[in-house]
């Protein structure tokens, strides 16, 4: 069984190295079959002679070199693998064969143009949406918080109607402490899609609403509606704000002191953490960033 053994070796060797992949008998197996059960294969027949064919491979070797992972391409040499080709019961070149489960399940006969090409991949690789949900989840994943809520609400914009975006865009809002928009879109999420993420990203959301009312929080306001121009009084209350996120009214305390001093370092420098630690994009942090500008020129 060492035929075995080398065909393992070389099925090593052409997923790793190789793209695409050059169909022959001793790696039919391992690829078309075994590898088609997990991702989709597609298969394209080509032959020297036939320069539509040639192109055909060309054309889809461009267009799928980043989707290997959604759909590995294959190529088959009609010259050199006629038992292959054979086994497909090819008729005419050019044609390119989408495999799943060992299976032939769609296809692309005849020549064709960059439009016809994209318009049958488009119905097998991922959508745009799809690609910045799954950035978003391995950014929140990884803590990178800001950077999760940007993707999310892109994939939000593309695609508002779909419950798992509206849930991972509300747990990102809640972590950056928009929470009512986080409200918002977990109220707009249909009963049928209210399973156990729902409950868990529902949990979360009461937790920081509670957790932005702290008693700290509601000693330093009563506090200040004594005392209304405590400027040490305003500047703790902000900074408590801006740690519960929320910012909002972190900066309209904050913006009001420079505005009223613009020498006043802690209140400026307060007020540039809290821009900094907004998501790249947010309307908030424009708008403070514009107010600052037009004040100082």
């Given at each position: ?145 800001n950077e999760a809520y940007t993707n999310a609400h892109k994939a ?142």
């Amino acid at each position: 069984m060492t035929g075995s053994g080398n065909r393992e070796d070389k099925k090593v060797e052409t997923t790793v190295t190789d793209y695409p992949i050059a169909i022959t008998l001793e790696n039919f197996q391992d690829v078309i079959l075994e590898r088609s059960k997990t991702t989709l294969v597609l298969v394209d027949f080509w032959a020297e002679q036939v320069p539509e064919s040639v192109e055909l491979r060309d054309k889809l070797t461009q267009k799928l070199a980043q989707y290997s992972d959604t759909i590995l391409l294959t190529t088959v040499d009609c010259l050199t693998q006629q038992q292959i080709a054979a086994q497909f019961g090819l008729q005419s070149l050019p044609t390119a064969v989408l495999v799943q489960d060992g299976q032939p399940i769609d296809g692309l006969s005849g020549p064709q143009t960059d439009e016809t090409i994209d318009a049958f991949l488009e119905k097998y690789l991922p959508k745009a949406e799809d690609t910045l949900f799954k950035e978003a989840k391995e950014l929140l994943a990884q803590e990178q918080i800001n950077e999760a809520y940007t993707n999310a609400h892109k994939a939000y914009q593309l695609a508002n109607d779909r419950a798992d975006i509206k849930l991972i865009l509300a747990e990102c809002s809640i972590l950056v402490g928009k929470l009512d928009e986080a409200e918002s879109l977990i109220a707009s999420i249909k009963m049928i899609d209210q399973d156990s993420d729902y409950q868990a990203v529902l949990a979360k959301l009461e937790l920081a609403m509670q957790a932005a009312d702290s008693p700290e929080i509601k000693a330093l306001e009563e506090q200040l509606a004594k005392t209304p121009d405590n400027i040490e009084l305003q500047k703790q209350l902000a900074t408590q704000y801006s740690q519960v996120n929320r910012n909002e009214e972190a900066l309209v305390i904050l913006f009001s002191l420079v505005q009223k001093n613009a020498d006043e370092g802690e209140s400026k420098h307060l007020l540039l953490d809290v821009l900094k630690a907004l998501p790249e994009g947010d309307p908030l942090a424009s708008k403070y960033r514009r107010k600052l500008f037009s004040m100082m020129y």
